[in-house]
């Protein structure tokens, strides 16, 4: 298993309910460790290039809309195989179809308003780290 680093974040949905510390306790629970972290409020601009991939998507500016909509709180999950293991306990997109246990089944309430956030690939985390971190703002374990 290699050791990877992913991005979470928690969605306006998630800020609003309240649930970082559980969302975070759950995610250190697995064995994950938080090496870097900020809250934002996105702009549409930021949000419109996060999701770019989804741009031309029936979805995209109900995407956009929803997460500029209040704040969200953006970590880097460093672990082994830390970018699934993420996606694992996020369960899937759309809560009806997520495993019981899992955030977006207990938390979610829709496919839109689904809580949290997960890198899906090595490529997209390495992305998503550089589009909200700088190198000086991430904070290896040293013990
Ligand atoms: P994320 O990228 O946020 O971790 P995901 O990888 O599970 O979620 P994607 O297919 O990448 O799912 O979709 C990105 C986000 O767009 C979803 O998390 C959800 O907020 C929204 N979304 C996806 N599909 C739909 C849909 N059919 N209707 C409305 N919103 C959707
Ligand atoms: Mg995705």
């Known amino acids: 298993m290699a050791r990877e680093r992913t991005i979470s974040i928690i969605k306006p949905d998630g800020v609003e309910k309240n649930i970082i510390g559980e969302i975070y306790r759950r995610l250190e629970a697995a064995g994950l460790e938080i090496v870097a972290a900020r809250m934002l409020?996105?702009?549409?601009?930021?949000?419109g290039k996060f999701y770019a991939v989804h741009?031309?998507?029936p979805f995209y500016s109900d995407l956009v809309s929803y997460m500029t909509s209040g704040p969200?709180?953006?970590?880097i999950l460093e672990g082994d195989d830390a970018i699934d293991k993420n996606r694992q306990?996020?369960?899937a997109t759309d809560p009806a179809k997520a495993d019981p246990g899992t955030?977006?089944?207990d938390f979610a309430s829709s496919i839109e308003e689904n809580v949290v956030h997960g890198s899906d690939g090595p490529e997209t985390a390495r992305q998503e780290i550089a589009f909200f971190f700088s190198d000086d703002q991430i904070c290896p374990r040293t013990r």
């Open 41 to 47: 409020h996105l702009t549409g601009e930021q949000a």
């Open 72 to 75: 969200v709180m953006v970590q």
């Open 55 to 57: 741009r031309e998507r």
């Open 89 to 91: 306990i996020m369960g």
């Open 103 to 105: 955030i977006r089944a």
